[in-house]
């Protein structure tokens, strides 16, 4: 198993790898909307923006070890609201992906995240060849 922290990576917010990897799949551990500059600024306001920051930190994650969203096979979405936000993220989730090319995903309505977050999602990539 390869170990993954990624320098340009979002600060962790409990002791974890970003991801690990294994016999071609990695698992990234789920993201909160932090900012990797500024970790202990406010979060964004809204679902929509959070949601944006978490992909974006996401995206960091994979793109440290040379993967992007193309090779998502499986998203896990954690919201705080999900009677709120559940029709504004899936509004707002298509657009990360080609159209077509969604992930498998299951959402789930919890009832408080790390740092105050109103969502938090981890994925299941799987590398190419």
């Known amino acids: 198993m390869l170990y993954h922290m990624i320098s340009s990576g979002p600060r962790p917010v409990a002791p974890f790898s970003h991801a690990v990897e294994t016999d ?17 600024a406010p979060l964004p306001e809204g679902i929509e923006a959070q949601t944006r920051r978490v992909m974006d930190n996401l995206q960091i994650v994979l793109g440290g070890i040379g993967l992007g ?9 954690y919201l705080t609201q999900f009677e709120r936000d559940y029709g504004a993220l899936n509004a707002l989730w298509p657009s990360f992906f080609e159209p077509g090319k969604l992930p498998a995903r299951t959402t ?10 109103r969502v938090e999602i981890d994925l299941i990539a799987k590398r190419p060849g």
């Open 108 to 117: 789930i309505g919890v009832t408080a995240l790390a740092v105050g977050a």
């Open 24 to 40: 071609g799949f990695v698992f990234v551990t789920g993201q909160m909307p932090t900012d990797p500059a500024a970790p202990d």
């Open 69 to 77: 969203l193309e090779h998502v096979t499986m998203a896990r979405i």
